[in-house]
């Protein structure tokens, strides 16, 4: 993060900026629809990019709300306005002159300590109420973010709403498919899912050969994948190359509207280093930015990629 009261480029903290900070950014259309501008709060990651662009390409205006310390400083090429997590008061005063009324949550974010979060006057009323929201899991702190973003006077909706087009389809991606050993593997992978979800715990497996071998806690995807290859590496689990398969899904009763995963070629790199065979995820259940360079990381490092089920599968 920038110092404080800086967004880490030298400008107050909260400044409007962009290529036409009062208007239309120079990739967006005009809007056709008559619809208030989208905001878009965007964390790490190539997915706020890619929401912003396809909400452009239907012709929705959009405004972009970068984090400091997670957002993309490329994102600037839209209007914006960087804030830091605590400043509720000042991020909300901005979207409502701009006429912003719905809001969409994308992109990495770390769960942040508080002592870190920098916060306004308007924060600093409800610390009790946010201290409460940071005992409990990833579900308990952002169902309480959606009840503070409505109390605001804002809607907010999912990235699968405004940009249904980058949703994962159902089927194989790419040239390989899963054999039965690996399909039964996914089945195992969602199983596990749906049984752990009522308890808060990560939407991610690996299954190998039928054994659970890593579950997804508070690490996240990337960490768990490095803790299975630490384990083949130092022999606690015994299992060649090119076996078993990385599941992920939403938890049962997971607000879709926050925390859906992405997928990118930057987790298939990840899972063929650590030696997988493939990749599973809930079709309609993920984010793909970019399908055509999903499917060619893909096929190059020999591993399947499917989009599987859906709700209720």
């Given at each position: 993060?920038?110092?404080?009261?800086?967004?880490?480029?030298?400008?107050?903290?909260?400044?409007?900026?962009?290529?036409?900070?009062?208007?239309?950014?120079?990739?967006?259309?005009?809007?056709?629809?008559?619809?208030?501008?989208?905001?878009?709060?965007?964390?790490?990651?190539?997915?706020?990019?890619?929401?912003?662009?396809?909400?452009?390409?239907?012709?929705?205006?959009?405004?972009?709300?970068?984090?400091?310390?997670?957002?993309d400083p490329a994102l600037e090429r839209w209007?914006?306005?960087?804030?830091?997590?605590?400043?509720?008061?000042?991020?909300?005063?901005?979207?409502?002159?701009?006429?912003?009324?719905?809001?969409?949550?994308?992109?990495?974010?770390?769960?942040?300590?508080?002592?870190?979060?920098?916060?306004?006057?308007?924060?600093?009323?409800?610390?009790?109420?946010?201290?409460?929201?940071?005992?409990?899991?990833?579900?308990?702190?952002?169902?309480?973010?959606?009840?503070?973003?409505?109390?605001?006077?804002?809607?907010?909706?999912?990235?699968?709403?405004?940009?249904?087009?980058?949703?994962?389809?159902?089927?194989?991606?790419?040239?390989?498919?899963?054999?039965?050993?690996?399909?039964?593997?996914?089945?195992?992978?969602?199983?596990?899912?749906?049984?752990?979800?009522?308890?808060?715990?990560?939407?991610?497996?690996?299954?190998?050969?039928?054994?659970?071998?890593?579950?997804e806690a508070a690490e996240g995807t990337d960490?768990?994948?490095?803790?299975?290859?630490?384990?083949?590496?130092?022999?606690?689990?015994?299992?060649?190359?090119?076996?078993?398969?990385?599941?992920?899904?939403?938890?049962?009763?997971?607000?879709?509207?926050?925390?859906?995963?992405?997928?990118?070629?930057?987790?298939?790199?990840?899972?063929?280093?650590?030696?997988?065979?493939?990749?599973?995820?809930?079709?309609?259940?993920?984010?793909?930015?970019?399908?055509?360079?999903?499917?060619?990381?893909?096929?190059?490092?020999?591993?399947?990629?499917?989009?599987?089920?859906?709700?209720?599968?």
């Amino acid at each position: 993060m920038g110092l404080p009261g800086e967004d880490g480029h030298g400008r107050a903290a909260g400044a409007a900026c962009g290529p036409d900070a009062a208007g239309l950014g120079a990739s967006q259309k005009p809007n056709p629809h008559g619809k208030a501008p989208l905001g878009i709060v965007a964390g790490g990651g190539s997915f706020p990019a890619a929401v912003a662009e396809a909400a452009a390409a239907d012709g929705r205006e959009v405004v972009l709300f970068l984090i400091q310390g997670f957002a993309d400083p490329a994102l600037e090429r839209w209007p914006h306005h960087w804030f830091r997590l605590g400043s509720l008061g000042s991020v909300t005063s901005w979207a409502k002159a701009r006429g912003v009324r719905e809001v969409v949550m994308v992109g990495a974010l770390t769960r942040p300590r508080m002592r870190d979060l920098g916060f306004d006057f308007t924060m600093l009323r409800l610390l009790p109420r946010i201290a409460r929201l940071f005992r409990g899991g990833d579900n308990h702190l952002l169902s309480g973010v959606l009840g503070l973003v409505s109390e605001q006077g804002f809607t907010l909706v999912g990235a699968h709403e405004v940009a249904p087009r980058l949703l994962l389809p159902q089927g194989v991606l790419g040239a390989l498919q899963p054999n039965e050993t690996q399909e039964a593997d996914i089945a195992r992978g969602l199983d596990v899912i749906r049984a752990l979800g009522p308890f808060d715990v990560g939407q991610g497996v690996i299954v190998v050969d039928g054994l659970v071998a890593a579950v997804e806690a508070a690490e996240g995807t990337d960490q768990m994948l490095a803790r299975y290859g630490e384990m083949r590496r130092s022999g606690r689990l015994r299992f060649g190359a090119g076996k078993g398969v990385l599941v992920k899904a939403p938890k049962p009763g997971q607000d879709r509207r926050v925390d859906l995963p992405s997928l990118g070629p930057q987790t298939v790199t990840r899972a063929a280093e650590v030696g997988l065979a493939g990749i599973a995820f809930e079709a309609g259940g993920a984010i793909v930015p970019d399908a055509q360079a999903l499917v060619e990381a893909a096929d190059a490092a020999g591993l399947f990629v499917a989009g599987i089920g859906g709700r209720g599968a």
